[in-house]
């Protein structure tokens, strides 16, 4: 059976103050990865797995993105819109800032990825997402193990359910303050979402944002947890935040 899959948001707004003097100039996403850029690494997967509407957010340096995609994807049957926040607010709105103030682009459910993240083996999979859109889920994100940058980890993940790495994901409390020795893994910015998350009672933001508030999205990811309407999968293919100009010329120093 062949799914329609879900359209998609990719982040990329963020300044990058660690990567500098690299983002000086360079919005971090359109930083290359073996001669291709970060969101270009997305946009091919995206492709790939059936989705042609992607909505893109900017800020810093927020013009040079649309130049950079706008050359090369609509001729390839992409449909690329933009939430330029820079332009509307003169500011980023963080994760869930941004994502509200794009819902109008979106429609009910959503791939989302950031776009400073490379993730060459992930599968936007439409089955998955398609019976995502039909679950009574808000959420459901993709977890790694934890890198060095980020040992503590994010969330729990309950796959007693479901198994094979597939289950409920967890909001166990802070690591420094809690005795819960359960797992903990890194959220990995890829996830499915419904719309529903950014309205209320779950979020408190106009819809379409439109006085630009800038916030989080883990608070809203937390909530869904804790309500048992947020799923998660760990996934354990090749992933890197690349947050670092290390991170980036090691990942240039392999093969691709």
Not at 70 to 77: C, M, S, T
Not at 110 to 127: Q, R
Not at 130 to 151: E, T
Request: glycine residues 8%.
């Amino acid at each position: 059976m062949t799914f329609a899959n879900l359209p998609a948001m990719l982040l990329a707004a963020g300044r990058g103050e660690r990567m500098r003097p690299l983002t000086d100039t360079t919005p971090k996403p359109l930083l290359t990865v073996q001669g291709r850029a970060l969101l270009d690494w997305h946009m091919a997967a995206l492709q790939r797995d059936g989705t042609r509407q992607v909505v893109v957010n900017t800020a810093w340096l927020g013009t040079q993105i649309p130049a950079h995609l706008n050359a090369q994807w609509p001729q390839q049957g992409m449909q690329l819109q933009y939430s330029h926040e820079q332009t509307d607010f003169g500011h980023a709105l963080e994760t869930a800032g941004g994502i509200a103030r794009a819902l109008p682009l979106l429609g009910d459910a959503f791939w989302l990825a950031a776009g400073d993240v490379l993730a060459p083996d992930f599968v936007f999979d439409a089955a998955v997402a398609q019976a995502f859109a039909q679950s009574d889920d808000l959420a459901h994100g993709w977890l790694v193990p934890n890198p060095a940058h980020n040992v503590k980890g994010d969330f729990g993940l309950d796959e007693s359910a479901l198994g094979s790495g597939t289950g409920r994901a967890v909001n166990l409390p802070p690591a420094d303050t809690s005795r819960d020795l359960r797992p903990r893994y890194t959220y990995s910015t890829i996830a499915l979402l419904k719309a529903e998350l950014f309205a209320a009672p779950w979020c408190d933001m106009a819809a379409g944002n439109p006085t630009g508030i800038a916030a989080p999205l883990a608070p809203l990811l937390r909530k869904a947890m804790d309500a048992g309407r947020c799923g998660a999968t760990l996934y354990t293919g090749r992933w890197t935040d690349v947050g670092t100009p290390e991170r980036l010329a090691q990942l240039n120093t392999l093969p691709s």
